[in-house]
């Protein structure tokens, strides 16, 4: 192992709008990182642009021992085929074996809930449970286990979808190629946030967030975070009713799981304790004793970079390389 723990291991996020990447060494601290958009390319395109990203790195940092990818797709690992992803190009694809054989490294790829989750057990506020589980609010809901120590994903290797998990049996239905209703997905993520909103802003035109969307200014999550530190009541009711939401989901997992700690990521997670608070209230109301009276809800210590970090971290392990090294940095 002389010599490794100089190596750099390359992080790559691939989300349906950009690529992030960057090189992360034994210290934990990410270096050259780069940013691609990748919306509207096909599939060739997309591989292509992976390739270009990654060498430009590997120009910067010379030797790289592995690289790791976080990709927003249902996984079949005894295959390693990427099977299906909502929003990017990318279908029955043997991924990592694609990259490896281009790259020439050794290659690991995970869904991108997994490696967000992974980097939170391992580097982020849940560094030292055995037991984490990890929810990513974003659009959607993205989600990983780590389960006595590892990430656990089901006996295909889809797992874990925490996000299609059912809060209201009669509830919308829900998005892309999900056939179910009220997933916690459709109840809880960024879009829910800004549905409620918009409904709650038509009967209540007269609130700063009514007098904002007047302006012309458009109805996002930071906006409605912004207003609702302000004192809005439209965007603290919200707020609060999807952390009512987000609870229901927590208390199953809770029930099921018994995990040490549920982490919070994402871009809502930007609303803090306004979205926590009643998420724990109504996870305490609903989830089994013993489970529900130690375990802690956390929003994440990583930012956007969580799922980068996180495809580093696995490839680290995957191929036995610095794992410890980038495990107990950070
Ligand atoms: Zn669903």
Not at 30 to 36: A, G, K, Q
Not at 57 to 70: K, M, S, W
Request: with cysteine.
């Amino acid at each position: 192992m002389a010599g490794v723990a100089e190596r750099y291991v390359i992080g790559v996020d691939i989300g349906g709008t950009k690529l992030l990447a960057g090189a992360v060494d034994t210290q934990g601290t990410v270096s050259h990182r780069t940013n691609r958009p990748v919306l509207g390319l096909d599939q060739p395109e997309l591989l292509d642009m992976i390739v270009d990203a990654v060498e430009h790195i590997r120009t910067g940092v010379g030797e790289v021992a592995a690289v790791g990818f976080g990709i927003p797709c249902t996984f079949d690992r005894r295959t390693g085929v990427a099977v299906q992803a909502v929003h990017l190009p990318l279908r029955d694809l043997a991924f990592a074996a694609v990259m490896q054989e281009r790259l020439g490294v050794p290659v690991a790829a995970d869904n991108d809930g997994n490696c967000s989750a992974l980097c939170e057990a391992r580097a982020g506020v849940a560094r030292g449970c055995s037991d984490v589980v990890m929810l990513t609010l974003g659009t959607g809901i993205g989600a990983g286990l780590v389960l006595g120590g590892k990430l656990y994903r089901g006996w295909m290797g889809a797992g874990a979808e925490l996000g299609h998990m059912v809060i209201d049996a009669d509830g919308p239905p829900c998005h892309g190629n999900c056939p179910n209703h009220g997933c916690l997905e459709v109840m809880a993520s960024g879009s829910a946030l800004v549905r409620e909103v918009s409904l709650a802003v038509s009967r209540r035109p007269d609130t700063p967030i009514g007098a904002a969307l007047e302006e012309g200014r458009e109805l996002t999550g930071p906006l409605i975070d912004e207003l609702a530190r302000a004192g809005d009541p439209v965007a603290i009711a919200a707020l609060e009713k999807i952390g009512r939401a987000l609870g229901v989901g927590i208390a199953n997992v809770v029930n099921i799981f018994n995990p040490q700690m549920v982490v919070i990521g994402g871009g809502m997670i930007g609303a803090g304790e306004l979205l926590l608070a009643p998420a724990r209230e109504v996870m305490r109301e609903r989830a089994l004793s013993p489970q529900r009276d130690e375990v802690r809800v956390e929003a994440a210590s990583f930012g956007p970079e969580a799922g980068m970090v996180g495809a580093a971290i696995l490839a680290a392990e995957e191929t036995g390389l610095a794992t410890r090294d980038l495990s107990e940095a950070a």
